[in-house]
T-cell receptor, first 114, second 112 residues
Framework: DTAVSQTPKYLVTQMGNDKSIKCEQN?????MYWYKQDSKKFLKIMFSYNNKELIINETVPNRFSPKSPDKAHLNLHINSLELGDSAVYFCASSQGQGGGQPQHFGDGTRLSIL | KNQVEQSPQSLIILEGKNCTLQ??????????LRWYKQDTGRGPVSLTIMTFSENTKSNGRYTATLDADTKQSSLHITASQLSDSASYICVVSATGTYKYIFGTGTRLKVLA
């Protein structure tokens, strides 16, 4: 059983389009995250939700809008896609925030902007 | 500024050999330090988590050490296997925040 699943795995689209990435976790965790991994493989947090409440919003352009319909889901919608948005986006979940519990990551969504 | 730096950037070793990866951080106040393994095309997987009071933790052939005074950690891999080829990422979190600060990782290649 997949613990953290993201869809789609690959996303190729043109500049200016709007797209969404979905994430679901079946671990019963109360906290979910979105990370962006750039071409240099550096992971940077974008958003974090705890019990559907936004707790981290890291200077991300407002073209990115997360939505958490329930504790098990955290979706990411991106408007007006730009070339610089090309990256791998990872969803993760944990029980609690910042403490001694590990984060569980999905396998990423590879976004390519043409 | 909270930062996490890892060295070396990349490393090539022969199967069966041991190796040690380094992580230096300036995150304060320190809460915990994690090591993750990221295989190509996959998400990171947690190897170890250490809090301030712990100075060593093992997970199979992986042993992490922590010196909170010098703000350094190392990940030692014993008897390396081909499947150890991956990126190893050090992550530090600060007390009172919900943030994780990621290092840029060490890319390890194990050759037969």
């Amino acid at each position: 059983d997949t613990a953290v699943s993201q869809t789609p795995k690959y996303l190729v689209t043109q500049m200016g389009n709007d797209k969404s990435i979905k994430c679901e976790q079946n671990l019963g965790h109360d906290t979910m995250y979105w990370y962006k991994q750039d071409s240099k493989k550096f992971l940077k947090i974008m958003f974090s939700y705890n019990n559907k409440e936004l707790i981290i919003n890291e200077t991300v352009p407002n073209r990115f809008s997360p939505k958490s319909p329930d504790k098990a889901h955290l979706n990411l919608h991106i408007n007006s896609l730009e070339l610089g948005d090309s990256a791998v986006y990872f969803c993760a979940s944990s029980q609690g925030q910042g403490g001694g519990q590990p984060q569980h990551f999905g396998d990423g969504t590879r976004l390519s902007i043409l | 500024k909270n930062q996490v730096e890892q060295s070396p950037q990349s490393l090539i070793i022969l199967e069966g050999k041991n190796c040690t990866l380094q992580c230096n951080y300036t995150v304060s106040p320190f809460s915990n330090l994690r090591w993750y393994k990221q295989d190509t095309g996959r998400g990171p997987v947690s190897l170890t988590i250490m809090t301030f009071s712990e100075n060593t933790k093992s997970n199979g052939r992986y042993t992490a050490t922590l010196d909170a005074d010098t703000k350094q950690s190392s990940l030692h891999i014993t008897a390396s296997q081909l499947s150890d080829s991956a990126s190893y990422i050090c992550v530090v979190s600060a007390t009172g925040t919900y943030k994780y600060i990621f290092g840029t990782g060490t890319r390890l290649k194990v050759l037969a």
